[in-house]
């Protein structure tokens, strides 16, 4: 694992810093592929609606700061770094298979997000809306899911704890699930069995799945689809019977 401190120091400062270099900006509709160092922050698209910038970091690349996609821009991470966080708002989309990333993983409004591999060194928070999927990859931190938003967990691992926050729905796919100890079966819902607790099973990529659970102000839920081949029948529109049964 990469130490971060010094670059962490620089992402503490606010956005709106003067004193810092210009940010990197893509803003031309174009695709582009970072694999070189960048010394200040990345956005893509910002008060740009309409482009579809595609930025792709790819080994070898460095971002020293923060990368912000914005509108319907579309951010690949591949291999690479980056020493602070990866941010989504509007209706961008961000794709991670690879690299590292020192602080986090932040998506808003109703952008989209998609976690299958990589090495995440803090947490992931996605709020408002967001339709998000972890299939591997390991996330040295905790996962919170706010506010209307939707995540599959199909694999991957997690060290700290998963949280469903005040209508955030989080599923989980795969076999053999419990919640301390009492197995659950299709569709169950871990608030049946409290607010807190410990999940175990194996996720639908044979990872094994062994975490706290929390679930925070109202309406937030974790549900379970113990057969793999079930999330391709469900969709986005299972998803929404899901929430509507749980009501």
Known sequence: MKNYS????????????????????????????????VNTLVKIDQFSPGMGTIVDLVEGGLVIAWVDAYEDSRFNMSGGQIGGSLNAWDDSELTIVGGEIGVGVYARDSSRLDISGGLLDSQVQIFDNVEAAISGGVISGFVKVWHDSRLIISGGTITEYIAAVEGGLITLVGSNFAVDGEPVAYGDFASEFGTTGFITGTLANDDALDIEFRLIGVGGDIT????????????????????????
Do not use: K, M
């Open 224 to 247: 379970f689809i113990p057969e793999p081949a079930t999330v391709l029948l469900l969709g986005l529109g299972g998803l929404s019977w899901l929430r509507r049964r749980r009501r």
């Open 6 to 37: 010094i670059l962490i120091a620089l992402i503490v400062l606010p956005s709106q810093c003067l004193s810092g270099p210009a940010p990197l900006t893509f803003a031309d509709g174009g695709h582009h592929a970072i694999d070189y160092t």
